[in-house]
């Protein structure tokens, strides 16, 4: 079985996570005996193996930029975002209500309770059929809350092939 941490919270589901550190993070309700928890991690050891490899394909094609690529890639993104979100919100008749540029890691975009929507500036590492995807789907946030069949549907009418596209931020 893998070594793992454990963080037991207030919560109902037991879960695991595979961090940037390589490490096996399992999340568990504060009550839950530990036998039922090795067992669960147990049981999750071909999902544990495939996610490890799968974040190390990750780490290697996604390393931390040199200061110089960073600000580069900044410089894209401040040029390049806001545009895009003007030009794909008159095309999909949706406004957010500001557009800013974050170091966030693991988070490319979101769109908070206001419509106010954040990226990375680690997206424009991406193609960029897949940041133009991004953008959409954090727009679609703005009427739809959720990843529901009318979210994926306003999606799909600006972008139908937004599953190739979301494919290319997977890797």
């Excluded at 890639?73 to 209500?97: C, F, I, Q, T």
């Excluded at 540029?101 to 990375?120: D, E, Q, W």
């Amino acid at each position: 079985m893998h070594k793992y941490n454990l963080k037991r919270s207030n919560r109902k589901t037991v879960s695991i996570e595979i961090t940037r550190n390589l490490e096996v993070l399992v999340r568990a309700p504060v009550r839950m005996p530990q036998g039922d928890i090795d067992r669960f991690v147990e049981s999750h050891e071909k999902w544990i193996e495939k996610s490890m490899e799968k974040m190390k394909r990750r780490l290697e094609n996604h390393r931390e930029p040199t200061e110089e690529e960073e600000a580069m890639l900044r410089k894209r993104a401040a040029e390049y975002l806001p545009a895009a979100v003007e030009h794909y919100s008159s095309l999909m008749g949706l406004k957010a209500a500001y557009v800013k540029i974050t170091s966030a890691k693991t988070r490319l975009g979101s769109c908070g309770p206001k419509n106010g929507i954040c990226f990375s500036w680690r997206l424009m590492q991406y193609p960029k059929e897949a940041i133009d995807y991004v953008v959409v789907h954090e727009l679609a946030h703005t009427v739809h809350k959720n990843h529901g069949k009318l979210f994926y549907k306003c999606i799909e009418e600006i972008m139908p092939d937004y599953k190739e596209r979301r494919a290319l931020l997977k890797g």
